[in-house]
């Protein structure tokens, strides 16, 4: 659980009693490649962690998969705090290699930000992280073009080129696998 620590603890340190209490709440979960962790329409009553793996979030729209995001190990596999809990889900998740999650209800987790200063304190440090990142999300998809923000992904998650196929890359930048080809041949060839 080193992993688990040192992530919530590079947010806001943590008290190990904080950090033992909400791990006592949690249990590990392993889901395999190809499998949901939710669908589009269903309801979400957990929040996990991802320790390892990697999952897509995506929606169907017009019946074509269009991939948002995607979940690495050391991130909240969570797209909809502060929803209330009869809200069905607006994405699916699915896992793009076997993975191991920690789970807690929302409600318990609810519980314990509302119970504990340190770790409610900790949640609204973390959603200023994920702020910051939906800016920079909504900046590179609105104002790059799908080279800039390829040879964005390649500086800064090189990561997600390895381990996700072409295809959902493609989705994810929001053109055709052809195009995403002919971007990385054009680019393979300036090196």
Do not use: H
């Amino acid at each position: 659980m080193d992993t688990f620590y040192n992530f919530m603890n590079s947010i806001y340190p943590l008290s190990d009693n904080v950090l033992n209490l909400l791990l006592e709440n949690m249990k590990e979960e392993e889901f395999k490649k190809g499998e949901f962790l939710i669908r589009e329409n269903e309801y979400n009553k957990n929040t996990y962690f991802m320790l390892s793996g990697f999952a897509r979030v995506f929606s169907l729209i017009e019946n074509k998969e269009q991939v948002a995001w995607f979940v690495k190990p050391q991130q909240f596999v969570t797209y909809n705090l502060g929803i209330p809990y009869n809200r069905r889900s607006l994405v699916s998740i699915q896992f793009i290699e076997n993975s191991k999650l920690l789970s807690i209800s929302r409600e318990k987790f609810e519980k314990l930000l509302l119970e504990d200063i340190e770790l409610s304190t900790w949640s609204r440090k973390y959603l200023e992280i994920v702020i910051y990142e939906l800016e920079l999300f909504f900046t590179s998809s609105f104002f790059m073009d799908a080279t800039k923000q390829y040879e964005d992904i390649l500086r800064k998650e090189s990561e997600l080129v390895q381990k996700v196929p072409l295809k959902y890359l493609a989705s994810y930048l929001n053109i055709a696998p052809e195009s995403l080809s002919r971007i990385r041949a054009k680019l393979t060839k300036k090196k």
